[in-house]
Structures are given as C-alpha cells and as structure tokens.
C-alpha cells in the first residue's frame, strides 16, 4: 500500500507563489520496474476533480493542463519518492485543495485511473 503525504498549501495573494510537496511511502516505491505515474489534482467547492499535472517515474515525460502551462512546473526528487508542484502567479481560481496521486502503468489525466490518493492541502488565493 502506497501512503502520500502532501505539504505545502497555503493563503497567498494573488501573483504570488506557493511550492507544494507529495512524498510517497512504500518500500518499493522508487524500484524502476514499479515505474509510478505521479500527478497533482485539484478540487475546487462544488466542482468535480480535475487533472494539473503528471509526471513519470523517471521524470522524462510531463503532461500539464493548458490552465497552468507556464505557471506551474512539477517535478520528481529524492531517488523518485518526492514530487513538488511549483506554483507561480496564482490566481484567485488557482483557490482548491490540492491532492497528490499515483498509479503505476500508462498515463492518463482521468482521476479515476489514479490507484493512490493523499489527504489534500488547501491552496487559497485571495485578490
């Protein structure tokens, strides 16, 4: 069983920028057959889950939703465990929790694909 563990969220102003971090816990997590898909989503109030970004097990393919191309960067440290979402010039509709998930396989931008959920953090972007 796959645990993530996200941190990071915050209230920031709108423009400004927040870093948040999703390590996942299992022994053999980082092995490379295991070959994890990690993704960051989003869900605002009364809005239904939807993809940001994705990254794969060896960092060499990222997928983002056109909503965030060129604002937020994802990316994959510590022998492939640690993931972190950069986020730049947030907006107020950047406001949502965050959730950090995994699913080993192929890719998909789908949320119900993903086998792996973390608890959330709350990213709030006032105007």
């Known amino acids: 069983q796959v645990k993530l563990v996200e941190s990071g969220g915050g209230l920031v102003q709108a423009g400004g920028s927040l870093r948040l971090s999703c390590a996942a816990f299992e022994r053999t997590f980082s092995r490379n057959d295991n070959r994890y898909w990690m993704a960051w989503f989003r869900q605002a109030p009364e809005k239904e889950r939807e993809f940001v970004a994705a990254?794969?097990?060896?960092?060499?393919?990222?997928y983002y939703d056109d909503s965030v191309k060129g604002r937020f960067a994802i990316f994959r440290e510590n022998g492939k465990t640690t993931i972190y979402l950069q986020m730049n010039s947030l907006q107020p509709e950047d406001t949502a929790v965050y959730y950090c998930?995994?699913?080993?396989?192929?890719?998909?931008?789908?949320?119900?694909?993903?086998?792996?959920w973390g608890q959330g953090t709350q990213v709030t972007v006032s105007s």
């Open positions: 990254i794969s097990w060896d960092s060499d393919k990222i």
């Open positions: 998930a995994a699913k080993t396989g192929v890719y998909y931008r789908n949320y119900e694909k993903y086998e792996y």
